[in-house]
T-cell receptor
Framework: KAGVTQTPRYLIKTRGQQVTLSCSPI?????VSWYQQTPGQGLQFLFE???????NKGNFPGRFSGRQFSNSRSEMNVSTLELGDSALYLC??????????????FGPGTRLTVT | GQSLEQPSEVTAVEGAIVQINCTYQ??????LSWYQQHDGGAPTFLSY????GLEETGRFSSFLSRSDSYGYLLLQELQMKDSASYFC?????????FGTGTLLAVQP
């Protein structure tokens, strides 16, 4: 089975711009979660999608949004980029049952640098 | 809210045993997971405790005590390749809340 893929792997943007990141989950996985990882804050939960519906959201401003398509692929968007948005953005997929989310499969991440 | 605390760094010698602790505060959760992340890599799942007690997977074991709001990951027969960051994570409804991670350095 192919693993979780994320594109692009690296991205450099300027403050004020917007960015869209993409994630393709493992085949058969219906849940996709997004995380922001920074050296000081660790892994911070952004949101989770299942069957095209956002089931859960972390404590991030409205500039961070996402969506999921019928094939379970997901995108996240960050508008009006700030320097503090520089981070590794990870997506993870799982089967999707509430109590099966303990085992998530992570993609390699997108390294976003905001200048 | 939910929060988890882990030691920031742990150092151990090859062949030894090391325990990484995780204490948490939460109003409710399903269980505690552990993940490993090598520098520059993606986190990978190691173990999960849905119930109190010990779970063993090869050289790795994980423990959970809900009454003490405490868990740990035990790594035996340490190898150099075990040098990585280790995260505990609370399983809440449809999400994992991660601790800040413990950087394990294995020395020869």
């Amino acid at each position: 089975k192919a693993g979780v893929t994320q594109t692009p792997r690296y991205l450099i943007k300027t403050r004020g711009q917007q960015v869209t990141l993409s994630c393709s989950p493992i085949s058969g996985h219906r849940s996709v979660s997004w995380y922001q990882q920074t050296p000081g804050q660790g892994l911070q939960f952004l949101f989770e999608y299942f069957s095209e519906t956002q089931r859960n959201k972390g404590n991030f401003p409205g500039r961070f949004s996402g969506r999921q398509f019928s094939n379970s692929r997901s995108e996240m968007n960050v508008s009006t980029l700030e320097l503090g948005d520089s981070a590794l953005y990870l997506c993870a997929s799982s089967l999707g049952g509430t109590q099966s989310s303990y085992e998530q499969y992570f993609g390699p991440g997108t390294r976003l640098t905001v200048t | 809210g939910q929060s988890l605390e882990q030691p920031s760094e742990v150092t151990a010698v090859e062949g030894a045993i090391v325990q990484i602790n995780c204490t948490y505060q939460t109003s409710g959760f399903y269980g505690l997971s552990w993940y490993q992340q090598h520098d520059g890599g993606a986190p990978t799942f190691l173990s999960y405790n849905g119930l109190d007690g010990l779970e063993e997977t090869g050289r790795f074991s994980s423990f959970l005590s809900r009454s003490d709001s405490y868990g740990y990951l035990l790594l035996q027969e340490l190898q150099m390749k075990d040098s990585a960051s280790y995260f505990c994570a609370l399983l809440s409804t449809n999400k994992l809340i991660f601790g800040t991670g413990t950087l394990l350095a294995v020395q020869p």
